[in-house]
């Protein structure tokens, strides 16, 4: 359109066919432009071919073409010879000189009508009308193209031809930048980009994302952090100013530096400590900078015979800290040496010598009559660091009092045993009394006597004969217990005694040991006849039918014949294969029950060959189908199990899978349609969840629809269920397989399904229909899936999809599964929106004016059954309902549009509804 010369474009025949003209646009500027009009000779094959363009690493290019076309109608004395299409064609070539058109070489992209077409003969005052078509074709073996136009006989001028290719521009998202991206060759291929972290920032996770074949990017994965001393401003990594620092890049940005530290330059990772102020090895760099403690205050020592009792009050300035502890104490001084030693390894401290949390300590086993002196340290995290030393110890001298040790001498009898030992070499003062503390060998220190004796001989009588005995002495004087002797040891030799209370203990045992199994026995059928008595009871007080599980059964065939009807296979009639199951052929035919019309019916047999395993999995499906009993669940008419071979016999879907179902009808229904079809299937999954049935996987393909559009959750069965869906794949972290793409988070990480997990599938499903049977996440991996929805990444809203669903779909989608919605919920929205189609109207398209009222004319004609006039009414401008009942109905007030609307919404709804129920054809 804007080129100023002659654009020579090749043509075909050079003489009488595509000539180059120039003409007056709608603004009467001049244009060139490219014209053949031979509409009235018959076998036109004339071609205008563009000059070669190279595709500049675009895999799919756009060709917009603007160009007007004569109506054959207004051109007087035409024969059959006129047309009213051209037809496009390309050609990939990397010879950009190529001189004639080789018409073979060339392949057609598509026939191009005009939605307009003018049929004013006058050019002169003409209104021109303008045709914009643009189709896309992949180019992708060479390093260009040629388009051409073959004209078979139509009255055209072509205006502009403009050939463009789309990117997803150049961006920055989590701090990664992803360079200008050409899109995929095909229009629904994802390009995987992989991005490079901004200036200052590192990998947090690999940045990815997606660029769609309309130039969007779609499903931010991973990103990166802000290095430390950088955080995130306006998408890039500004350093942290002075005063304030970032540590680590995961921080969410820079923190003003804690108390007593600073930062002096910009991009601190940590805050340096002011003079006088430390900072431990392990404090991290958000904690103030401490110092460490004053001396301990107020010590005290209480002795009692050769222990010490310390107590302390705790440092007046803990210098800022909470890790004050008492790290070492205690060292011992003999008296009589002046010679200061540690304590010996045989003092006890309780609760301990070193890093003590409490200000009390109890030190025993000293030595009798000896002086100690105790040092207590006030300690921190950061008394190391600051060198800090004697400044923080307090100390306290004490002297323990007196004790004795004793040597002994033994006088074995043979019935009793008499002691006697020698007074200790340093008594210390005058021995009040000796201590003698003896026990059975064999038994240790766990059970022992003590005798007390003013003198220095003892006789212990009562004594075990043949036992061999250990005995300590110690000596007291005033000023407490000396140590214990050595330990001595000696053996009875006085005959056996008799073993007489032994047999009323074992009696006494046996007793009890009855008694208890009496009580066990009592309990546990007090326990059952409780069990008994609320299984008796249950059933009345609650009246929810509850799903069994077949595979409670032992007996597979107790379970069928529990739920299913056994029907004579003289009865059915197979007519066609309409599909493949996991088990055999899916057939259709037709089913006789004696006494009931003819039903067509769907048939799933299990082939030849079996085993127990799939018998009883084949066989689960119609146990728990046949359970169910709604409009909404496929309902079963039966099983064959007395010959083979087996069949499922359930109620016919013409429709078959609804996600096939919906692609083969791309864009074909309204919206009100779709959220019916959405409605019948949160009914059908209500009255699951209101059964306790859980169908862990819920998704387009696993619902039925019929020649009604009714929808049908079908698809039942337990261990099969997941192993039958090709969607279903392995995780890493789980066994068992799982259709990824439709299942919440929490029951693939850790397989908990429940209703709640349905109702995320069911939000998958809601998307499903809503984008015509899309694939969910595209053609994205199921680990980027997994990984793009821990991250929060949520499916957009598809094309012209109203925002109430797309709200609805990501609240079924929330990742705390208590905060999705119940199927109860979800059917009462979908109820509310199908009266109120007005708010279905609103669509998340980015561009507004694209969004155009659902509840049109058309749609409120078809609702009252008077879709023939939706011509008459469309010619005279009737599009909108507001228009025509403004205009043509003169119906002015809002409020009896309103009424009016909203009954004839009432009536389509009851429709909708009867429809669902009954299945009778609207
Ligand atoms: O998408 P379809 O046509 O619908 O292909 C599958 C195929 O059998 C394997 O499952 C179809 N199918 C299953 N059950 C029924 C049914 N009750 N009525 C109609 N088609 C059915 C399904």
């Given at each position: 359109r804007t080129v100023p010369g002659e654009l020579k474009w090749a043509a075909s025949?050079?003489?009488?066919?595509w000539e180059e003209v120039s003409i007056m646009d709608e603004k009467n500027i001049p244009i060139r432009t490219y014209q053949v009009c031979?509409?009235?000779?018959?076998?036109q094959n004339n071609w205008l071919r563009t000059d070669w363009i190279p595709r500049?690493?675009?895999q799919r290019v756009y060709v917009e073409v603007k160009f007007t076309l004569r109506?054959?109608?207004?051109?007087?004395?035409?024969?059959?010879?006129?047309?009213e299409t051209f037809n496009l064609y390309y050609h990939e070539s990397?010879?950009?000189?190529?001189?004639?058109?080789?018409?073979?070489s060339f392949i057609k992209v598509d026939t191009v009508a005009a939605d307009e077409s003018f049929t004013q003969?006058?050019?002169?005052?003409r209104i021109m009308k303008l045709n914009t078509e643009v189709r896309d074709v992949k180019v992708t073996t060479r390093k260009g193209f040629y388009l051409a136009f073959q004209d078979v006989g139509a009255c055209i001028a072509l205006v502009s031809v403009r050939v463009f290719y789309k990117t997803c521009p150049l961006t920055i998202r989590n701090l990664a930048t992803f360079p200008d991206t050409i899109t995929g060759a095909d229009t629904s291929s994802l390009v995987e980009v992989r991005g490079s972290c901004v200036n200052q920032s590192e990998e947090r996770e690999e940045p990815k994302m997606y660029c769609g074949a309309d130039g969007e990017w779609l499903v931010p994965i991973g990103g990166c952090f802000c290095s430390p001393g950088y955080e995130e401003k306006g998408g890039a990594c500004k350093a942290c100013s002075a005063g304030f620092y970032k540590?680590?890049?995961?921080?969410?940005g820079c923190f003003k530096c804690p108390p007593h530290s600073h930062s002096v330059?910009?991009?601190?990772?940590v805050c340096d400590c002011h003079s006088g102020f430390f900072r431990a090895d392990?404090?991290?760099?958000s904690m103030a900078c401490t110092q460490p403690p004053s001396a301990p205050q107020q010590l005290i020592s209480v002795v009692n015979e050769t222990s010490v009792v310390l107590e302390w009050a705790p440092p007046?300035?803990?210098?800022?800290?909470?890790?004050?502890?008492?790290p070492r104490m205690g060292s011992g001084s003999i008296s009589s040496s002046q010679l200061c030693l540690p304590c010996g390894s045989d003092v006890l401290f309780?609760?301990?010598?070193?890093?003590?949390?409490?200000?009390r300590v109890v030190v025993s086993e000293l030595r009798a009559h000896t002086h100690y002196t105790f040092i207590v340290h006030a300690r921190n995290g950061v008394s190391q660091a600051s060198g800090?030393?004697?400044?923080q110890s307090v100390s306290v001298s004490v002297t323990t009092n007196q004790a004795v040790s004793s040597i002994l001498a033994i006088d074995v009898t043979r019935h009793s045993l008499s002691l006697s030992w020698q007074q200790p070499?340093?008594?210390?003062?005058?021995?009040?009394e000796y201590e003698v503390k003896f026990y059975e060998k064999d038994q240790k220190e766990r059970s022992y006597r003590i005798m007390r004796t003013f003198s220095r001989s003892v006789d212990v009588t009562g004594l075990n004969p043949l036992t061999v005995y250990v005995f300590h002495v110690r000596a007291r004087t005033a000023a407490g217990y000396g140590e214990f002797s050595a330990p001595f040891e000696f053996s009875t030799n006085s005959d056996p005694f008799p073993l007489i209370g032994e047999g009323v203990n074992s009696a006494f045992l046996l007793l009890s040991v009855s008694g208890v199994g009496i009580l066990l026995l009592i309990s546990a059928a007090v326990f059952i006849i409780s069990r008994r008595y609320t299984h008796i009871n249950a059933p009345t007080q609650t009246r929810v039918k509850i799903y069994v599980d077949?595979?409670?059964?032992?007996?597979?065939d107790q379970a069928i014949h529990e739920f299913a009807k056994e029907i004579d296979v003289s009865s059915i009639h197979i007519e066609k294969v309409i599909g493949m199951g996991e088990f055999g052929e899916v057939c259709s035919g037709r089913l006789r029950v004696q006494g009931k019309r003819e039903i067509y019916v769907a048939i799933k047999s299990l082939k030849a060959g079996y085993s127990d395993k799939q018998r009883r999995d084949f066989l689960s499906e119609a146990s728990i189908m046949g359970q169910f009993d709604h409009p909404n669940i496929i309902r079963l008419e039966g099983v064959v199990t007395?010959?083979?071979p087996l069949m499922i016999i359930t109620e016919y879907?013409?429709?078959?899978?609804l996600d096939a179902f919906l692609r083969k009808h791309d864009?074909?229904?309204t919206v009100i349609q779709l959220v019916g079809m959405l409605r019948g299937i949160a009914s059908g999954m209500k009255y699951l969840s209101d059964m306790s049935y859980?169908?862990?996987?819920?998704?387009a393909r696993n619902i039925l629809v019929n020649s009604n559009l009714v929808c049908k959750v079908s698809d039942f069965g337990l261990s099969r269920v997941l192993e039958d869906d090709p969607e279903a794949a392995y995780t890493t972290r789980v066994r068992r397989k799982i259709p990824i793409r439709w299942t919440a988070p929490e029951a693939i990480t850790?397989?908990?399904?429940?209703t709640a997990s349905d109702v995320w599938s069911y939000g998958i499903v809601m998307w499903e229909v809503v984008s015509y049977g899309e694939r969910p996440y595209?053609?994205?991996?199921n680990q980027d899936v997994i990984k793009a929805i821990e991250e929060g990444y949520r499916l957009p809203a598809p094309m012209d999809c109203p925002v109430v669903l797309h709200q609805l779909m990501l609240d079924c989608w929330?990742?705390?599964?208590?905060?999705r919605p119940t199927f109860s919920q979800i059917l009462n929205m979908l109820d509310k929106l199908i009266r109120n189609p007005g708010t279905l109207q609103?669509?998340?398209?980015?561009?507004?004016?694209?969004?155009?009222?659902?509840?049109?004319v058309c749609e409120w004609l078809q609702s009252i059954g008077l879709e023939r006039y939706r011509d008459t009414l469309a010619a005279a401008g009737y599009t909108s309902l507001d228009s025509l009942l403004m205009d043509?109905?003169?119906?002015?007030?809002p409020s009896h549009q309103n009424i009016l609307i909203a009954s004839v919404q009432q009536e389509v709804l009851s429709q909708m509804q009867h429809m669902q129920h009954s299945m009778v054809p609207v």
């Open positions: 025949p050079s003489e009488g066919g031979n509409v009235l000779e018959p076998n500049s690493g675009a109506d054959c109608n207004s051109l007087p004395g035409v024969t059959g010879t006129c047309k990397n010879e950009d000189r190529e001189s004639y058109i080789k018409e073979s003969v006058d050019v002169g005052d540590a680590k890049s995961s921080d969410a330059r910009d991009g601190a990772t392990s404090d991290p760099p007046r300035r803990l210098g800022g800290r909470s890790d004050t502890n008492y309780s609760p301990g010598q070193t890093g003590l949390k409490t200000s800090a030393g004697a400044a070499d340093r008594p210390n003062g005058v021995i009040l077949p595979f409670t059964y032992e007996d597979p007395r010959c083979k879907m013409e429709n078959g899978s864009g074909q229904f859980v169908h862990r996987d819920l998704a850790y397989r908990k399904f429940t595209w053609d994205m991996n929330e990742r705390e599964r208590a905060e609103v669509c998340v398209s980015v561009l507004p004016e694209v969004c155009v009222p659902e509840w049109s043509r109905l003169g119906i002015i007030t």
